[in-house]
């Protein structure tokens, strides 16, 4: 994978808010709903949140800055080639020792004669533990997960099912948004070196009725208008289930009302559930006009006067 910080345009001394700022804005544009006739975006949105797992990870973005593993988090060879004295020669050092000149090919005879490895397959000496690249991974598989809008507020677990057959309990983390990866280390395809990881991501279904603001959870309730006159509990739906909020007296449409500890589960604690009032008149009748055109007769201030010059 090329450079990670160059993947996300960012620079290596970014901020971690400045690298979750340019993660976003290219999950964003390269998400694969988006892009459903392009694979090279898909492509690339699995590029981009490699790499923004890797940087938003503190021990690997210094481990990667320290030069310690690669752009896909493997580790590089623990020995550095560097040019030799006087500009012509290859020079190697490891741990101490400098050789000069010379093929790079001879370094396993060099290795054997110091200590007691063995060329070719097995003996596990130096050269053959240390002197080689390590073998690659299979490959990583990419999943998407849909997860229900109530399961995402309260963190239900989320069965997936793997390409091998089988199937894991996955545990949805707090704060978690659509288009967040999730990696399972060791669930991709098999390789020499030992599986890949498997690439979960994720994505919030729409509710019919409830929309996310943040942490909390909106909610349009329509109230008839005696209720909204004379106020009284009335039966809310959450997204654990319904629950009982009193309606003040005379509350007028547009009023929020707040039942604290009903949002979404984040990473500062529970959000609230957001519930705006919306007067629901009943249909029309000679009775009501009547009673309207009295009540109506009385001064009733002007709810306007704002708009006023």
Avoid: C
């Amino acid at each position: 994978m090329a450079d990670p910080y160059q993947l996300l345009g960012v620079a290596r001394g970014a901020s971690e808010a400045d690298i979750k700022k340019a993660y976003r804005k290219l999950a964003k544009e390269l998400h694969p709903d988006r892009n459903t006739n392009n694979p090279k975006a898909a492509e690339r949105f699995s590029q981009v949140t490699q790499a923004y797992d890797l940087l938003s990870d503190k021990d690997k973005r210094a481990r990667f800055d320290r030069g310690e593993i690669d752009g896909n988090g493997n580790p590089m060879n623990p020995f550095q080639f560097r040019q030799g004295p006087g500009g012509g020669g290859a020079g190697f050092q490891p741990g101490g020792f400098e050789f000069s000149g010379g093929d790079s090919s001879d370094f396993g005879d060099i290795f054997e004669g110091l200590f007691g490895g063995r060329r070719g397959g097995g003996g596990g000496g130096f050269a053959s533990g240390f002197g080689r690249r390590p073998s690659p991974k299979g490959a990583n598989v990419a999943y998407k997960l849909a997860v229900p809008f109530v399961d995402a507020a309260t963190l239900k677990a989320q069965r997936i099912a793997l390409r091998d057959g089988s199937t894991i309990d996955l545990k949805l983390p707090a704060g978690f948004e659509s288009g967040q990866q999730l990696r399972l280390a060791g669930k991709g395809d098999p390789g020499p070196g030992g599986p890949g990881d498997a690439l979960v991501t994720l994505d919030i279904l729409p509710h019919r009725f409830f929309t996310r603001d943040g942490d909390d959870v909106r909610l349009d309730l329509p109230v008839s208008l005696a209720e909204a006159v004379l106020g009284g509990p009335v039966k809310v739906p959450t997204v654990e289930g319904p629950v009982m909020l009193n309606i003040p007296k005379g509350s007028s449409s547009g009023k929020v009302l707040r039942l604290k500890g009903k949002g979404f589960q984040g990473k500062a604690g529970r959000g609230d559930q957001l519930v705006t009032l919306l007067v629901d008149l009943p249909v029309i009748d000679d009775a009501l006009v009547e009673f309207v055109q009295r009540w109506g007769a009385r001064d009733q201030g002007n709810p306007r006067g704002k708009f006023d010059g």
